[in-house]
């Protein structure tokens, strides 16, 4: 602890470290220590590293920043206060307060500047990864000789425990192997994390690890000599080919005399008399709090001002390219509204009744192919499992290395970077990414599916081979309490079509749908196309339950179920009938989707008089009796599966047409 200058740029540095550890200190809780090591490279980056305009954050071509190491964000909120974005002091004082835009980690939504939530280490790395790969797609589609309309860089500062997540190596090898040069992240070498030195626990050598993913390792030794890490920025902004990882050895809580490099610096306030202790050391006054002397918060609102003009720069070319290229940006400023184009919907598929069986995941498919041509923003792909998921565009390349208009995605096996990166690829505007792999899975990528259902965002999500209907492949294989669980998401929309028109209507809400991610279930096994015109028209998916299939007369039961157990239940009904039993048939292929109607249209579809309900689905009985009430009954699965033909399974765990009529018959003599 020897570095002591006392120039406007140090001072600046030290401003940043010490609001950090006031608005900790005040309250009660929080992460001081890393703003303190790490406040020399913020500082690099929002002075003479990013581009960015305070005044307009949502500005198409400014260089994203994400603070992977989420905890540690009084860094970026003093940041986003000093450049004079819309976050005040008053806003700093009240940290981690009820209500405040000052959360304890930072939140997608709340905070102007804040691009994307963070908080679960490895997140934000892998996050941005999907941002690099969105810019990428948009430059390709977009940028033309002369107008370099998107040539954003996307800047992460991440720590020890970022590094030591799997989810960051997942994201790294693809980072790699892409080739994505437009990513420059700096790494918060400390060498300390919650339990004390990460040697306890974490001895690889970074570096090393990083080159052989493919990536330009930079290593600074002194975090506190911010020519050295400008230098590294600017080496890493010159490479466009590998993504840039620079190694920068600071301190946890530098300043403070007696937590400097130990633990106890990480996750709770200094304490008072340190605090006045840290102050002393960088030549402020003790006895005051949140002190921003005058020509700190100029300098920094000088460099926040530099990024005004800067936008206008691009909003003079963005004039210039409207005029030589008026249907891209027509195109792009569509999309980038969150519209779709005229007339997409026209070309979704209809399926006729009588066709061969047809599994939802083919069905899926051609809905792909089909509109693919007239929304070119729809890109994904899938975690190795293009061909069983049906997600392969095929009229389209790959996107690669040297192919960045390519709308199929490789992501590998790597379903949990995979959920991160869509979160990062649909958080930037104008792309509406997907992604793809069996429903039991989804388990491999809860945490991404989370942070996107608090942010509000919308991946689609392909699940398929959703139940023991998948077979063979056994217990490991056949999800049980998938559904429930992502039910059981707030934000979430789950969705599990009945048979090929609905997926066809699945697709439409989804790319319809704001505020949240949408999982699309689907079968790995065929099943009949239900007729339109006997039945109700598939389009009524969009009220997450309709009644499929009316009694002819004042129904006895209802039966409702999800996806492949819908056709099983249009048969008990009219098994039923022809022993003058008459039921109703409900298809409810979304709960959230329900939960939006009004409760005129909810007493339509499950009438208070009538609680003889029988709910059918092939997952976990959980949550079903909601619905069907305690007077109702359910048929599930609330043990795991077998390895076994899945017409076996289907008869093993009752799921027949016989033993749905004689449930429901027992159901309706039950007094
Ligand atoms: C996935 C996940 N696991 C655990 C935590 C809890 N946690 C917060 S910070 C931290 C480790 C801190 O070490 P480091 O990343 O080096 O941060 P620093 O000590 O430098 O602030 C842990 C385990 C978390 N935020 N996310």
Redesign the pocket.
């Known amino acids: 602890m020897t570095v002591k200058t006392n120039t406007i740029e140090q001072t600046a540095i030290n401003t940043v470290r010490i609001l950090s550890v006031d608005a900790v200190q005040k309250a009660n809780s929080g992460?001081p220590?890393?703003p303190m090591?790490a406040a020399p490279m913020g500082h690099v980056l929002w002075t003479r590293g990013m581009n960015y305009n305070p005044h307009n954050p949502h500005w198409a071509n400014r260089d994203r920043f994400i603070l992977s190491?989420g905890?540690?964000c009084m860094l970026q909120y003093s940041f986003l206060y000093l450049t004079g974005y819309d976050l005040s002091m008053d806003d700093l004082k009240h940290f981690r307060q009820l209500h405040s835009k000052t959360p304890g980690h930072p939140e997608y939504g709340l905070t102007s500047g804040i691009e994307v939530t963070t908080?679960?280490?490895?997140q934000g790395f892998a996050n941005g990864v999907g941002f690099a790969i969105a810019q990428q797609f948009l430059a390709a589609r977009y940028n033309k000789t002369g107008f370099p309309i998107f040539d954003y860089n996307i800047y992460v500062i991440c720590?020890?425990?970022?590094m030591m997540?799997g989810v960051t190596s997942e994201a790294a090898s693809l980072a790699g192997h892409l080739q994505l040069g437009n990513l420059i992240y700096l790494y918060?070498d400390?060498h300390?994390?919650?339990e004390g030195k990460?040697e306890l626990a974490f001895t690889e050598d970074v570096a090393k690890r990083f080159e052989a993913y493919g990536w330009y390792v930079q290593v600074v030794e002194d975090g506190n000599d911010i020519e050295a890490i400008n230098k590294a920025v600017k080496n890493a902004q010159a490479e466009k080919q590998k993504p840039s990882l620079i190694k920068i050895r600071t301190h946890?809580g530098y300043g403070s005399p007696n937590k400097v490099d130990t633990a106890s610096a990480?996750?709770s306030p200094l304490g008072e008399v340190e605090v006045k202790q840290v102050k002393k050391f960088f030549d402020f006054d003790p006895e005051k709090s949140f002190e921003v002397p005058d020509e700190v918060l100029r300098f920094y609102r000088e460099a926040g001002k530099k990024g005004i003009a800067k936008e206008n720069e691009w909003n003079d070319l963005f004039e210039k390219y409207k005029e030589k290229y008026p249907e891209l940006a027509a195109e792009y400023e569509l999309l980038s509204k969150g519209k779709l184009p005229d007339g997409w919907k026209d070309h979704l598929p209809v399926f006729k009744a009588g066709d061969e069986n047809i599994a939802t995941r083919k069905a899926s498919g051609k809905v792909l192919n089909a509109i693919a041509d007239y929304l070119p923003n729809l890109i994904g792909g899938s975690a190795d499992l293009s061909p069983s998921t049906d997600t392969e565009l095929t009229k389209y390349k790959s996107f690669t290395a040297t192919n960045r208009v390519g709308r199929n995605f490789h992501f590998g096996i790597r379903e949990h970077a995979m959920g991160s990166i869509l979160n990062g690829m649909a958080l930037t505007k104008g792309i509406i990414p997907y992604g793809a792999t069996f429903l039991i899975f989804s388990e491999y990528m809860r945490p991404p599916i989370r942070l996107a259902a608090i942010m509000k965002i919308r991946p689609i999500i392909i699940y398929t081979h959703d139940s023991i209907g998948l077979g063979e492949d056994g217990t490991t294989h056949q999800p049980i309490e998938q559904l429930i669980s992502l039910r059981s998401i707030p934000n979430m929309t789950v969705i599990r079509p009945a048979d090929a028109n609905e997926t066809v209507h699945a697709w439409r809400v989804a790319l319809e749908h704001r505020d949240g991610p949408v999982a699309l279930v689907l079968t790995r096994q065929g099943l009949p196309v239900i007729d339109q015109d006997k039945y109700a028209k598939a389009s009524e998916l969009e009220k997450g339950a309709y009644i499929l299939s009316d009694s002819e007369s004042e129904p006895q039961a209802i039966l409702v179920g999800s996806g492949s157990e819908v056709s099983l239940l249009i048969k008990a009904q009219e098994k039923l009938k022809a022993q003058k039993i008459f039921v109703s048939v409900v298809s409810m292929p979304s709960w959230e989707l329900f939960e939006k109607q009004d409760n005129d249209y909810k007493e339509k579809v499950f009438p208070a008089k009538q609680k003889k309900r029988l709910a059918v689905e092939a997952g976990s009985t959980l949550g079903w009796h909601k619905y069907v009430t305690d007077e109702g009954d359910v048929l599930g699965i609330d043990t795991f599966g077998h390895s076994a033909p899945a017409e076996d399974l289907f008869k093993f765990f009752g799921f027949t047409v016989d033993n749905i009529v004689e449930k429901t018959k027992k159901l309706i003599n039950k007094k």
């Open positions: 992460h220590g890393m090591g190491a905890h540690g908080g679960p280490l490895g720590s020890d425990g970022d997540e918060d400390n300390i994390s919650i990460t946890i990480h996750g």
